[in-house]
């Protein structure tokens, strides 16, 4: 996340004001990718499913 952080401050020049934590919603890419922790070419992918963890990540990128 704060890779992602420095990213969108130097590449984008953006501040984030608003983070979302979105719950995919059935039939996505997206759905599919969270629940199976893999991406649409079958590698693993890190989702992170802990609400409380999520809420840090949120944290780190609106600063």
């Known amino acids: 996340m704060k890779n992602l952080q420095n990213f ?13 934590i979105f719950p995919p919603t059935p039939p996505t ?3 599919l990718m969270y629940y199976c922790e893999k ?4 590698n693993k992918i890190f989702v992170e499913k ?8 949120k944290r780190i990128l609106s600063r």
């Open 8 to 20: 969108i401050g130097r590449n984008l020049r953006i501040r984030p004001k608003q983070i979302q």
């Open 29 to 31: 890419n997206a759905t």
């Open 39 to 42: 991406d649409l070419l079958g």
């Open 50 to 57: 802990d609400g409380n963890n999520k809420q840090k990540q």
